[in-house]
């Protein structure tokens, strides 16, 4: 499992932040936290290209995209100065050279192996984008999760449609892992969303839910039924009914923002959530109850364990 | 030297040189005595410290001691971009001189650790600077030998792109972090460095030209020492004593200013005191560019130090890069100052424009060290200003922010910029407007006034009449508000949490803020100086009777007004501008104009001018003609 870590203590320029980057550990119930790749990144997100046997890598960061083609052992900064902050990185399940980045200046792609760049923001209304994401299940399939609203493509990012979320401030989007046309959304100020038609409808989801902030939410993989979502202040909710409804599940709980959440592919039990001050939490009943797994005093963007 | 021998010499040379007109071959004698007091601040410390080791290096003295400090400092590599500028201005001092193992050292760094490239545009200029100078230095490596896995050639070219392009944004619409007292170090380090360092001839000369930019940039808004005007970002202990901002130590080695004994003033108050060269990090910033070859041209130094005849600047800016509720990425920011021999009057269009630090509008005066100022605020925050300019998440960013800058979400703050502001200036006429949502925080707006001003009367017209040495500030509120003794703590003046429930009743009372709750709000400020309109009692007198006309109901917030001056300027928030029956054209300000300096929008030229001379930079060709 990999988590990338923007900041740790001071959140500001020059202070010492030698803990952040990418941290991973094994899922198979280790708790020591190991560091790769350049510290001191702001990292925002991370993914391993599908097929590469953990070989390709890749930290979303501030300082831009960094890829090691050699499972973490050497880095490079694959991006220039004219792409920042970057947020989100997808890479193409189904072509080892093209990956996609979102940033607060739009989508850009790579589509031979990050040595160059292209933006790719043709249709979008609001450059900021917090969440890119290249569908496992269709073909240059790709959303995106913008500041005012959710955006398909279909052309692997060339152009791209407002989906039915009208809502602004979509904060992240996830893809039911058998079915394509089933889609989450986390927003700011607007709560859960839910398509079950690939994004044309969209409904609310409040049974349960007493917040409305959400930056993550997610499927089990193996139990699609099964869902996770956390935000500002919210702890974790999860529902059992494909997010008809909620309960929130905060047992063991210190912090109550979250940022991400992973359920392990091997074991629908455990449950990862990256918290936004207090690093990552671990549940090994289904969300019943949570222990907190370090590191510590850092805020967590993303989560990504490898199947 | 001590620390205190350094402070009188500074004061010494500092009073001297901004006293005297002096020759070109006077000012360059005087600043080669500036420029060596800093340094003896430096090259005699034992400190592992970047910048006495550049000293040391610079000066010959005991380099094995500097090399060995250097590779002491060296062992936790911290600080980002702020580590970088001095690594490398310390190496490229000493890279002839020191040890291999000290060079391999060094090399090392650039190799292991990995700085954050910022978030800011003084970030990015340190950053790019000393990459590129770092891959000049070291050329022909693989990625492998770099923190970032770019080669040096990668490096070098990234670097060089940014930079040119950062150069034809700023002399085209202008720097987005503009005019800001505490961060004009950080862009004269870096083209100072680039100036003298660069191998690049082509980079060299853009150096030494973005230099000579910069340092017109604020002299021609420059006053003994202090920025004058508003500015982009400011921290707050220098927002009411100028003299403590990063600009200052500049004006003192550039300019012969900037620490200058204010005869008139009296005996400083026991604290706060202006900070030399030596004695605080900002300072040490200085210690570079006091080593450099890099002189400003004498237009630059003339227009920066004379204030025989009063004049009106203006120039446009941008705003930071608008990254949320906007649909604009760099919107114009419009800033005019008026300048005279005792007082600068200066403001931007109001509005957010600079996230945190902003600082709208300000009188500063040459009379009575330290607190040479008066200004006002809507004291803003939220995390929708945050969220315009930060990628993270909103709703945590307020909490982020407060983490390192505690003053932000502080009700009695100083510093920051409000949706809810807007200004109109007419020389040393300035209006301010408020019409604040209600629920806003915070609901009420605040005014600082000096404790030691000369005068400071309240009078049964409405005005507040101030005298500081030979300025005279009239305010008229156009709400009612009250008196509140100002406490300043030395929380507040390192910007950790300075909260009101904090401050302790023990601080002595140095100052006073005019604070008024209504939300649709506003004042008139009229500034004068003796030898523009007589004595202090003319003054009260003549102004006693211009009362504003003003209407103060939700969204409907305007006043009407007929200046000292005899201009009718009427004004209504937000941007409606009406001067002597003319509408004001904000859009039509170009990106310098006045009597010194001159550029057009979209230009890439800087004309400056001072009596007979005229020196003309273009930033297309990279070339300077006179």
Same mark, same amino acid.
């Given at each position: ?7 740790? @203590? ?65 880095? @490079? ?173 905060? @047992? ?56 | ?17 901004? *006293? ?22 430096? #090259? ?61 050292? /060094?090399?090392?760094?650039?190799? $292991? ?5 910022? #978030? ?9 600077? *000393? ?168 237009? /630059? ?20 890069? /608008? ?13 005019? %100052?008026? /300048? ?19 600082? $709208?509008?300000?009188?500063?005066? *040459? ?5 040479? $100022? ?37 009700? #009695?703050?100083? %510093? ?25 925080? %915070? ?27 030979? $300025? ?54 009229? +500034? ?87 020196? +003309? ?10």
């Amino acid at each position: 499992m990999y988590a990338a870590v923007v900041a740790t @203590k001071l959140f500001v320029v020059g202070a010492a932040n030698p803990q952040t980057g990418l941290h991973y550990q094994h899922p198979s119930g280790d708790t020591v936290w190991q560091h790769t790749g350049p510290n001191n990144i702001r990292a925002f997100g991370c993914a391993v290209h599908p097929g590469s046997q953990q070989r390709v890598l890749y930290i979303a960061a501030g300082n831009g995209l960094h890829k090691s083609s050699d499972g973490g052992a050497t880095w @490079k900064v694959t991006t220039g100065w004219n792409i920042t902050e970057v947020l989100s990185v997808s890479p193409d399940p189904r072509d080892p050279l093209r990956v996609y980045i979102g940033t607060p200046y739009g989508v850009f792609r790579t589509t031979d192996g990050c040595a160059t760049w292209k933006e790719c923001s043709q249709g979008l209304g609001a450059r900021f984008v917090s969440l890119v994401l290249a569908s496992p299940l269709n073909d240059r399939e790709v959303y995106c999760a913008t500041e005012d609203g959710a955006y398909i493509s279909k052309d692997g990012a060339d152009t791209w449609t407002r989906m039915g979320l009208s809502v602004g401030g979509v904060r992240t989007i996830a893809q039911h892992p058998r079915n394509p046309q089933i889609l989450a959304a986390g927003t700011e100020d607007h709560g859960i969303y839910m398509s079950t038609n690939g994004g044309r409808w969209w409904t609310r989801r409040e049974a349960g839910v007493d917040h409305l902030t959400f930056y993550a939410v997610t499927f089990d993989p193996n139990a699609p039924d099964v869902m996770y979502a956390g935000g500002y202040v919210t702890g974790i909710y999860k529902s059992t009914d494909a997010g008809q409804s909620w309960k929130r599940m905060n @047992k063991g709980l210190n912090v109550l923002t979250f940022h991400t959440l992973a359920v392990d592919p091997r074991n629908s039990q455990r449950v990862y959530a990256g918290a936004y001050w207090g690093g990552v939490y671990r549940s090994e009943n289904g969300g019943g109850e949570w222990t907190p797994l370090g590191p510590p005093d850092s805020q967590v963007w993303t989560l990504f364990i490898h199947p | 030297m001590t620390v205190r021998s350094l402070i009188i010499a500074v004061l010494l040379f500092g009073g001297l040189a901004a *006293t005297r007109a002096q020759s070109h071959a006077d000012y360059l004698k005087h600043y080669s005595e500036r420029a060596r007091h800093i340094r003896s601040a430096f #090259d005699t410390s034992t400190a592992a410290s970047y910048y006495a080791i550049a000293a040391r290096y610079a000066s010959n003295n005991n380099i094995p001691l500097a090399d060995s400090l250097f590779r002491v400092a060296l062992r936790e590599p911290r600080g980002d971009m702020f580590w970088m500028f001095p690594v490398i201005g310390a190496y490229l001092h000493g890279k002839d001189k020191m040890s291999p193992e000290t060079r391999a050292v /060094v090399r090392n760094a650039w190799k $292991t650790y990995a700085p954050y490239r910022g #978030d800011t545009e003084n970030h990015w200029a340190m950053y790019y600077t *000393t990459l590129y100078l770092a891959a000049e230095q070291w050329p022909g490596l693989p990625g492998s030998e770099w923190f970032n896995g770019k080669s040096s050639q990668e490096n070098l070219e990234e670097a060089r792109e940014y930079l040119i392009h950062w150069i034809r944004i700023t002399t085209t619409i202008g720097q987005g972090e503009f005019d800001s007292p505490d961060y004009f170090p950080e862009y004269a380090i870096s083209m100072c460095l680039l100036s003298e360092f660069a191998q690049d001839p082509l980079m060299r000369k853009r150096g030494q030209m973005m230099m000579d930019y910069f340092l017109a940039d604020f002299g021609v808004e420059h006053l003994n020492g202090q920025y004058l005007g508003g500015f982009s970002r400011i921290y707050q202990p220098a927002v009411f004593t100028p003299l403590l901002s990063g600009a200052s130590g500049f004006a003192y080695l550039y300019f012969g200013t900037g620490t200058e004994a204010e005869t008139s003033a009296g005996p400083l108050p026991e604290t706060p005191k202006a900070r030399p060269p030596g004695e605080s990090p900002w300072s040490g910033w200085v210690l570079l560019p006091s080593l450099s070859n890099y002189r400003p041209p004498e237009i /630059v130094y003339n227009i920066a130090t004379d204030r025989t005849t009063p004049y009106l600047h203006k120039e446009r800016k941008r705003v930071r890069n /608008v990254i949320r509720f906007g649909t604009e990425k760099n919107p114009p920011v419009y800033k005019q %100052t008026y /300048v005279t021999p005792e007082y600068g009057i200066g403001s931007l269009q109001g509005g957010l424009l600079q996230p945190i630090q902003q600082h $709208t509008w300000s009188v500063r005066f *040459t009379s009575g060290r330290p607190y040479t $100022t008066i200004f006002g605020l809507h004291p803003y925050w939220s995390s929708y200003e945050l969220g315009m300019f930060f990628p993270e998440e909103l709703k945590p960013l307020i909490a982020d922010v407060v983490a390192s800058k505690g003053t932000y979400n502080n009700p #009695d703050k100083w %510093t920051g910029g409000s949706p809810y502001e807007r200004t109109f200036q007419n020389r040393n006429t300035l209006l301010v407007l408020y019409d604040i949502e209600p629920g806003t925080m %915070t609901e009420h707006i605040d005014g600082f006034f000096p404790g030691n001003l000369n005068e400071r009367l309240i009078d049964s017209s409405g005005w507040i009449f101030c005298k500081a040495g030979s $300025t005279y500030i009239g305010w008229y509120p156009l709400q009612e508000g009250e008196w509140l003794e100002e406490r300043e703590t030395p929380g507040q003046a390192k910007n950790v949490i300075g909260r009101p429930e904090n401050l302790s009743q023990k601080q002595p009372v140095r100052n006073w803020r005019f604070r008024s709750h209504k939300l649709q709000n506003g004042y008139v400020i009229e +500034v004068r100086s003796e030898r523009e309109i007589g004595s202090f009692q003319k003054f009260v007198s003549v102004l006693r009777t211009r009362i504003p006309k003003a209407i103060l109901t939700p969204g409907k917030v305007s006043v009407d007004y007929t200046s000292l001056s005899k201009d009718r300027m009427k004004f209504a928030f937000p941007d409606s501008r009406i001067l002597n029956g003319k509408a004001v054209d904000l859009s039509a300000t170009k990106l310098f104009e006045g009597p010194f300096l001159n550029a057009e929008v979209g230009s890439e030229k800087l004309t400056m001018t001072y009596k007979g001379a005229k020196r +003309v930079y273009d930033f297309r060709t990279v070339t300077v003609t006179e």
